[in-house]
């Protein structure tokens, strides 16, 4: 299976600064990359697909990046509705696999 | 607009099997521009994937899992099911229906409500 790792675990940030979240994978998985964004109580939500396509819903201060194994999700400008867990996740092998997450709680 | 609504159990006992099932609304289950499936949360964890089912008779399971896995299709219904025997208390979860959409690189665009499932006696 392909292991996505994350990092880091927790960010704390205030609203209107840049957010950097990182995940890698065990081996090169060509950018079959996809980012979601999680909420309290409520399902994941499609954020990033193919890396690096914006899903309908998000503002452009969302974007994401990366080839190989190394994939970043960066906002631009926090807002207070961004804080949330991002999960990663691969499709590029079968089992599809997830990243732990990264929190990312106001400071 | 698409919706997901799950329904089943919230409350299955030990050594029997969870059966959950996905109702979808606004569109159709069937045909070759999606696939169907099936993820859980353990409680404060990350997500899981359980398995998807596409073009209503293919399907793909996580082999930790796909000795006691089911997801199937009533296209009649416009609903597909997952069932999961012989659970443990280490399936006790947060399980989620959801939609794979083939033009949005495969990813889940769509997500039912989940359902939060505990194993116990």
């Known amino acids: 299976d392909i292991v996505l790792t994350q990092s880091p675990a927790t960010l704390s940030l205030s609203p209107g600064e840049r957010a950097t979240l990182s995940c890698r994978a065990s081996?090169?998985?060509?950018?079959?990359l996809v980012w979601y964004q999680q909420k309290p109580g409520q399902a994941p939500r499609l954020l990033i697909y193919?890396?690096?396509k914006r899903a309908t819903g998000f503002p452009a201060r969302f974007s994401g990046s990366g080839s190989g194994t190394d994939y970043t999700l960066t906002i631009s400008s926090l807002e207070p509705e961004d804080f949330a867990v991002y999960y990663c996740?691969?499709?590029?092998?079968?089992?599809?696999?997830f990243g732990p997450g990264t929190r990312l709680e106001i400071k | 607009q698409l919706q997901l609504q799950q329904s089943g159990p919230g409350l299955v006992k030990p050594s029997e099997t969870l059966s959950l099932t996905c109702s979808v609304s606004g569109g159709s289950i069937s045909g070759t521009r999606y696939y169907w499936g099936w993820l859980r949360q353990h409680p404060e964890k990350g997500l899981e994937w359980i398995g998807s089912i596409y073009n209503s008779e293919t399907t793909y399971y996580n082999p930790s899992l796909k000795s006691r896995v089911t997801i199937s299709v009533d296209t009649s219904k416009n609903q597909f099911s997952l069932k999961l025997t012989s659970v443990t208390a280490a399936d006790t979860a947060v399980y989620y229906c959801?939609?794979?959409?083939?033009?949005?690189?495969?990813?889940?665009?769509?997500w039912g409500q989940g359902t939060l499932v505990a194993v116990s006696s």
């Open positions: 193919d890396a690096s």
């Open positions: 959801a939609r794979r959409l083939i033009a949005a690189g495969y990813a889940y665009d769509y």
């Open positions: 996740q691969q499709r590029f092998n079968w089992p599809i696999t």
């Open positions: 081996q090169s998985i060509s950018g079959q």
